[in-house]
């Protein structure tokens, strides 16, 4: 069966995931439409740039790096009035602490049409390298993503304590470069020994995974001298003790759905 491939259009700007750094995580559509683009506005400290090169090779490549959101949005709106496919490339998935707000918002003022191409997140590309789910039955069906107030503070009711307080996995960006301070805040409404894991640059070549505790794991971070490009799991969905004992509901033999008879699974009675 063929696949239904959308026409690319000139004259737009794509928001793209570029994934959380592995090339082969970039989805086909993104890829497509990288391809074919004119301009691409690249996230450079994060999107591995000479790797997707060999994607589209033709194209003006701009590192935002440097650049303000002013003179960003002023390199799509020049692609956009030049007719060219233009393309922001995002690191992750740019739903996800991808400041794709403000520059849409001034896309609309200007009557630009632009669309969303969405990526594989580092929280998924971590939950890969750990091998593990983020939820489990009975242990946790609820995935909390946050960061920590840096330069952007965080609005009213959404501090890490309280956001932690819930026990469900919680999953925060942004902030490992503060991680005394923020395993010292969580140690106040979890528990020491509950499981955790850090990862760093999922998916790439230089992936680093610490484990351990929320007692241990700051020791362990700074042992492996993580320091940036780095996200934070907690929960008792990582304790592999745990993890041998969940069974889901929907896979028992005496589950029935709209897909499986269930199965008696009663001893016989006594004749």
């Not at 949005?73 to 690191?91: H, P, T, Y």
Request: charged share 25%; hydrophobic share 40%.
């Amino acid at each position: 069966m063929a696949l239904n491939i959308r026409k690319t259009e000139r004259g737009r700007v794509y928001f793209i995931g570029a994934g959380p750094g592995d090339p082969d995580l970039l989805t086909v559509r993104g890829a497509r439409i990288l391809s074919e683009a004119d301009r691409i506005v690249f996230a450079g400290s994060l999107v591995p740039e000479p790797a997707l090169h060999d994607l589209n090779d033709r194209g003006l490549w701009v590192d935002s790096a440097g650049l303000t959101r002013e003179e960003i949005v002023g390199q799509l709106v020049e692609g956009v009035s030049k007719g060219e496919i233009v393309v922001r490339l995002a690191s992750g998935d740019p739903s996800i602490f991808g400041a794709m707000a403000e520059m849409t918002t001034e896309l609309d003022n200007r009557g630009i049409p632009w669309e969303v191409v969405p990526g594989v997140s580092s929280v998924f590309a971590a939950a890969a390298a750990l091998r593990m789910e983020l939820t489990l039955p009975e242990v946790s069906q609820t995935v909390i993503l946050t960061r920590t107030a840096g330069r952007t503070p965080m609005p009213p009711g959404e501090e890490i304590e309280a956001l932690a307080s819930h026990g469900a996995t919680l999953v925060i960006f942004l902030s490992i470069d503060r991680i005394e301070e923020l395993v010292a805040r969580l140690a106040t409404v979890r528990d020491p020994e509950t499981p955790v894991a850090v990862v760093a640059r999922a998916s790439w070549d230089n992936e680093v995974v610490c484990r351990g505790t929320l007692a241990t794991i700051g020791g362990e971070v700074r042992k492996a001298r993580v320091m940036r490009q780095a996200l934070l799991i907690m929960g008792d969905a990582l304790d592999p003790e745990r993890r041998k004992k969940a069974r889901s509901r929907l896979y028992a033999a005496d589950f029935t759905h709209g897909f499986r008879e269930g199965k008696n699974t009663d001893p016989p009675s006594p004749s």
